[in-house]
């Protein structure tokens, strides 16, 4: 089993659509959890940290569950320019400076 | 300011040959992370530098595959003997302190292409 996992899609949604995304991860001792973009030939950037307690930025929504050990990004009126790869990432756990990127999930908003 | 630097951006090497690969991370950034990242999949880790002390190369896949900061600032991966499996894009990213959790900032990365 991957250490995290996700749906690679890809995901086609016309504009305005709601879309979410889910990661699964197999560390419980797993401490930090993000959501990183990446375009088409393009480095990965930081689209979201994922707090406990969720945590909202504009459009896009993330919420962790620590019992059932995943993640979920929701993106509420999608953007043709939020077309991209979503990776989801987990630091594994306390005083390691390990990130472990999952595979990406593929989006494709459409007009 | 300027952001995370990679050269070269392309690297085509002859299988068993020896390539270096250079990063130069944002002006006072502490932390140096190296990935590396085949086509259609995420980045996977490599190595992690807290100025110039090596703190973590668990990820590195072979003794073929070495890195250093010697001053703390420009990183260099080394990659000797390359086999074919090498070929992946290898980015690099910089994050401003030692406690780890900061954005991390990547570099265009340099695609390699062992023939």
């Known amino acids: 089993r991957k250490e995290v996992e996700q749906d690679p899609g890809p995901f086609n949604v016309p504009e305005g659509a709601t879309v979410a995304f889910n990661c699964t991860y197999s560390?419980?001792?797993?401490?930090?959890f993000f959501w990183y973009r990446q375009d088409c030939r393009k480095e990965p950037k930081l689209l979201m940290s994922?707090?406990?307690s969720g945590n909202e930025d504009g459009r896009f929504t993330a919420q962790l569950n620590r019992a059932s050990q995943y993640i979920s990004l929701l993106i509420r009126d999608s953007k043709l320019s939020d077309s991209a790869t979503y990776l989801c990432v987990v630091r594994e756990q306390s005083g390691t400076y390990k990130y472990i990127f999952g595979t990406g999930t593929r989006l494709k908003v459409l007009a | 300011g300027a952001g995370v630097s990679q050269s070269p951006r392309y690297k085509v090497a002859k299988r068993g040959q020896d390539v270096a690969l250079r990063c130069d991370p944002i002006s006072g950034h502490v932390s140096l992370f190296w990935y590396q990242q085949a086509l259609g999949q995420g980045p996977e880790f490599l190595t992690y530098f807290q100025n110039e002390a090596q703190l973590d190369k668990s990820g590195l896949p072979s003794d073929r595959f070495f890195a250093e900061r010697p001053e703390g600032s420009v990183s260099t991966l080394k990659i000797q003997r390359t086999q074919q499996e090498d070929s992946a894009v290898y980015l690099c990213?910089?994050?401003?302190?030692?406690?780890?959790?900061?954005?991390?900032?990547f570099g265009p990365g340099t695609r390699l292409t062992v023939l």
């Open positions: 994922v707090y406990s």
């Open positions: 560390n419980s001792a797993s401490q930090s």
């Open positions: 990213a910089s994050s401003f302190r030692g406690r780890t959790d900061n954005e991390q900032f």
